[in-house]
């Protein structure tokens, strides 16, 4: 096989990639060069602050904060927890003696949104006195800022280091209704944290549902609280009332098609309702960009909808693009935001008075029939859509519509609330994080709530087989298992990494191979109009060993070139810039943290062309995700694990008819209409036996 410019092998002609589909399974949000829209002058933002309800309940909250050692506050939707909590504790002196007040969020975007706009509200530049500190972005001074944004994952990452976080004196857990599986973590830890500190240490969980008193209970450490109550440690502060009203709408009949009734809602509204922009609700990016592209249309053909200005909104969208959702429109131009759950939390669009909800969302769920995890649409509870109608009536008045019927909300189609990560996704990295912070026995662990025994069991199985775990003494192996817990990627990709150091001498190769993974996976898109330059042109990356090292090439190619003139070479190779800088900025971090690990006479050791020391490192952290070749039907593929049947991803060489290994392993799954592979490298079941004897062999039969 004749070899291409670029590592690996050329593909053989006839593969056609199909089309390139980036919804992502590893979600990335890079939310620098975010601005954030509110140009109100200062004594506005003064006025708004005080008729904020949070600031009617700022004496009452200090003085449980004061009194106790855990506070749940609960509000609704735009009542100024996310904002306000963090600078009422400042002004009260909880930052003074160099001390950090930090509220945590379950997603990266909110976090960076809310440090723009507290830094806005109290006249300071962000990453001075405010901060926030996301993986891979880090916005805050380590001398200067008081208060600091962070996701709840990056917050549990700083325990590794300091186990008391000592230079915190109080946590806001904020949305800690969404249940993430790093909420439920961190919240095991604060508990631990809370006992141990006591005096000078507070833990604040704020939350919009009802789910008050569940945390309050967990945090409520003594025993006999009727008898003694002047002994509780845990309160529940409620911020009554509503910033502005919203009107809610429901349909009278369920709707066949959410995509077509979603469309059809915002035309509606913006020919017969009153200024304002509509942020409508949808299930993932393929939907958003289905939806974007039929409304579009519309407004080509139609005279009164061209002040109608579709935009998109979802996690790893550039930005450039972002920066249009939350900049005012021009004059009489109104924006219609089509947003995935990114947008339902935390996150304030100045403007927005309409809401239209499909009631859907894609959630990461882990399948016990199947064992994987994967990404499913599924309805959302109904807590979710308080908080998506709650996006409505922030700045203004505010109406939602809701594209489902009132009788469908109330019935049990919409539970109360969303089942909690702990139990329905895969536990690896808990795990890791718990027993790198010395818990030993994880089935008597003081959880939040408890996860059910065959998740456990089934991540201590995989850490066992990663090398993490010793399986003798169950704790964390000294090198790799530690190590491990440090990185901030997913166990199997630090797995991948770690052992191109320790094992295969290809750093050079796997850096950017776990970079391009950690940062979306796929840089590749195809224009409507340009579809057969831009795949000629990705043909020029491929090679047959695999996606993974193909976005290899497209890495390291990308490194090659001139800063300067990266953007245009970006465009000219139909690539993401977005993409390939923020892997390019997860390189120079993890090649940073190798170094620290006493790694550095390795970083700069690359595999050259000897291709398969790259592919059996990546098996080595992936062999968990291997699949075989369907015999009977040669399309299809089967994971070894289980014997599920999947799909090769469209944007995949692998695609095409002509192109099949007889063994892959692939880094993410996803769900549409079939359950799709993506990130595929190929590898010989030679070396999967080699690399995890005992998990291979016990599930071979599946296949
Ligand atoms: N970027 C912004 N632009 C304009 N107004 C904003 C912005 N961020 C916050 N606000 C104002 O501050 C109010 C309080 O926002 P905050 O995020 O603190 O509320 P919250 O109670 O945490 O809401 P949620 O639970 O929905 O996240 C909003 O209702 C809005 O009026």
Redesign the pocket.
């Given at each position: 096989m004749s070899t291409s410019k670029y590592k690996g092998s050329e593909p053989s002609l006839g593969c056609d990639m199909g089309q390139v589909d980036e919804g992502s399974f590893i979600r990335s949000y890079y939310a620098d060069g975010f601005t954030?829209?509110?140009t109100a002058s200062k004594m506005f933002l003064h006025e708004?602050r005080r008729r904020?309800p949070?600031f009617k309940h700022r004496m009452e909250l200090l003085y449980a904060v004061e009194k106790y050692l855990a506070v749940v506050v609960v509000?609704?939707?735009?009542?100024?927890?996310?904002?306000?909590v963090p600078q009422f504790l400042y002004e009260a002196g909880w930052a003074a003696g160099g001390k950090v007040i930090v509220c945590t969020q379950p997603r990266r975007v909110a976090a960076a949104?809310?440090a723009?706009?507290v830094a806005e509200e109290m006249d300071v530049a962000l990453g001075t006195t405010v901060g926030y500190s996301v993986r891979f972005s880090d916005v805050s001074s380590a001398e200067n800022t008081r208060i600091k944004y962070m996701t709840d994952g990056t917050l549990m990452h700083e325990c590794l280091a300091d186990p008391m976080l000592s230079k915190y004196s109080v946590v806001v857990v904020?949305?800690a209704q969404d249940r993430s599986l790093d909420t439920d973590t961190l919240l095991a830890l604060l508990k631990k944290i809370m006992k141990k500190r006591k005096g000078d240490f507070r833990v604040i969980i704020?939350s919009?549902s009802l789910d008050a008193e569940r945390f309050r209970g967990y945090f409520e450490t003594n025993d006999n609280t009727l008898a003694q109550p002047e002994h509780n440690t845990a309160t529940i502060l409620s911020i009554s009332g509503r910033?502005f009203p919203v009107d809610i709408h429901y349909l009278t009949a369920s709707c066949e098609n959410y995509l077509v009734a979603a469309t059809e809602t915002a035309t509606k509204i913006h020919i017969s309702e009153g200024p304002g922009d509509i942020l409508i609700f949808l299930p993932g990016k393929n939907e958003i960009e289905q939806a974007i592209s039929t409304l579009n249309d519309q407004i080509d053909s139609s005279n009164n909808l061209d002040s109608l200005l579709p935009l998109a909104m979802y996690a790893g969208i550039s930005a450039e693009k972002q920066k249009l959702v939350?900049d005012p429109p021009e004059r009489g131009i109104r924006k219609a935001i089509f947003s995935t759950n990114v947008a339902e939390?935390?996150?304030?669009?100045?403007g927005v008075v309409y809401v239209v909800d499909s009631g859907l969302v894609k959630r990461r769920i882990f399948d016990t029939d199947t064992n994987i995890d994967r990404l499913a649409t599924l309805t959302i509870s109904k807590s979710s859509a308080k908080?998506r109608a709650?996006?409505s009536g922030?700045?203004r008045p505010g109406k939602t519509y809701r594209l489902y019927t009132r009788e469908a909300y109330l019935s049990s189609l919409f539970p109360e609330h969303e089942i909690p990560e702990i139990c329905r996704v895969s536990l690896v990295p808990m795990v890791l994080m718990l027993k790198a912070l010395g818990v030993s026995n994880l089935v008597r662990f003081d959880y939040l709530q408890p996860p059910p025994p065959e998740l456990l069991s089934q991540a201590l199985e995989l850490l066992a087989e990663l090398g993490a775990i010793d399986s003798g003494t169950g704790e964390l192996t000294p090198k790799l298992g530690l190590h491990l817990a440090e990185l901030p990627l997913s166990p199997e990709l630090g797995v991948c990494l770690l052992n191109s150091v320790r094992t295969f001498d290809c750093a050079k190769e796997a850096i950017s191979a776990v970079s391009m993974l950690a940062a979306g996976g796929d840089p590749f898109f195809v224009p409507g109009g340009q579809r057969s330059e831009a795949l000629e042109d990705k043909r020029d990356f491929m090679v047959q060993e695999g996606d993974v090292l193909t976005f290899v090439n497209t890495h390291l190619a990308y490194l090659e070139t001139p800063a300067r003139m990266r953007v245009k070479w970006c465009n000219a190779h139909f690539l993401s810039h977005r993409m390939l800088d923020q892997s390019a900025r997860i390189h120079r971090q993890l090649e940073a943290m190798l170094a620290r690990m006493g790694y550095h006479n390795r970083i700069r050791s690359s595999c050259g062309r000897d291709y398969k020391s790259l592919q059996k490192c990546i098996a080595s952290g992936l062999f968990a995700n291997a699949a075989r070749l369907d015999p009977s039907d040669g399309r299809r593929y089967r994971l070894i694990k289980n014997g599920l049947v999947v799909d090769i991803h469209p944007s995949s060489i692998f695609f095409a008819a002509d192109c099949k290994p007889n063994y892959v392993v692939f880094a993410q799954v996803m769900e549409t209409t079939k359950v799709y592979i993506r990130g595929i490298s190929a590898v010989d079941p030679a070396w999967l036996s080699e690399i995890a004897p005992h998990y291979y062999s016990a599930k071979q039969s599946n296949t």
């Open positions: 954030a829209g509110d708004q904020l949070a509000g609704e939707p735009g009542s100024g927890k996310s904002t306000q949104m809310l723009h706009r904020d949305e704020s919009a910033i939350f939390t935390a996150v304030t669009i100045d908080q709650g996006r922030r700045t």
